[in-house]
DNA sequence: ACCAATTATGACCATTTTGTCATAATTTGG
DNA sequence: CCAAATTATGACAAAATGGTCATAATTGGT
């Protein structure tokens, strides 16, 4: 897991880094809050782990902004406050745990780790978009433009091919075996059929193709 | 936000649950941990709240039994244990957060809304589970007890409206509505049919039935 | 236990979906 | 520019899917 911590104290921070890393982290530190918020925005964290108080700029302040910039890393805030009413401030600005100094390395390991396994890598692409063209898997359905495109179940899974492997070439072996399941040439047209009749639903009304042929080699779906 | 509260003790659950409706959520109440595992188990809730400690099925029981099957409804679990390692033990089972007895209830409810909001609301459910029956809504599949099941467009529509409404009786006015997007009735039994080709896949082969007749009322699914 | 109402199911048919084939159009190398 | 190879498409046929109906089975009340 990457994690960023937002730290001014030297030595909490090496504390903190050193534990992370023990545990199989990948941990970058910022000393203060202006840089903080700079690496939060410039890299892809997985989790990010705030000290409350900061030079140039408070850690609830960091924060806030990376939520206004629709930012969901999942945040630990860390204080020396205890009270509740600062834990439910912090919670309430959009973070994710609270954890008040002084705190077992152990509980902060568990709660970085928690909060950042919920940013599920298991968490399924359920809409695949490629220019206009945006597929939603879970409702079936397809549109162009915003306006529904009514495909059949072969068609379907046709274009759900495409669109996985949009800008690359996909083989006709390829189809083959992910939209009929066949291991073998059928030694018929099924594919050029299904693509024609494909083709005649997403590209014939509108301006630009999307479905190219790639002579000899397959098919490709870009812009 | 729909949230389950599974707690025995009658007098704080009536607290929480009376607060948490006053903040505008929908709360459901369970006793016990049967009940809740149950519960969680059948309708879609945004959040958990878990005692630790409850009348036949602990706490971290439910939570991770739902894990197995990959719910991943965040959970705040409740518990009088406010030590550091159990706080641990119970994030390591896949809890999202863990409140000590006694707690605020401002607190409980900054904390409630801070799991609930993290679990974005676009993140959409992608299986379905009743019982040893499971639906997968990507990739299309059913399977019972681990084997593949082979279902029609239409079984599948109406398998999946029926496992959304688990444990609750679905009335053939809904399965039209919802699986047919018919709007009055037709004056055949397509239901009754499709509910006997249904059967014959997910229940014939099989010891307990899982779609049970409610006669003069409709259909539910239920272990 | 019997009757009326409701639900279950097998057989059949209409429609939709998918695949095949013949033929037309297009591309590429010489 | 021509010929061979490849791809595109319209028409048709096969297969799958979904719905209707007739009849059987079941349920609940009397």
Redesign the interface.
Known sequence: MRILVVEDDVVAADYVRKGLMEAGHVVDLAADGDLGLEMAKSADYDALVLDRMLPKRDGLDILKSLRDDGD?T?VLILSALGE??H??EG??A????YLAKPY?F??LL??V???G??S?PH??V?KLTVGELEMD??ARTVRREGQKILLQ?REFRLLECLMRNAGRVVTRTMLLEKVWDYHFDPQTNVIDVHISRLRGKIDKEFETPLLHTVRGAGYRLQV
Request: glycine share 6%; charged share 40%.
């Open positions: 969901k999942p509740v009413d834990k439910v919670l309430r959009g973070g994710d745990d077992s152990t509980e568990a709660r780790e928690a909060i396994r919920r599920d968490a399924a359920t898997l879970l179940p």
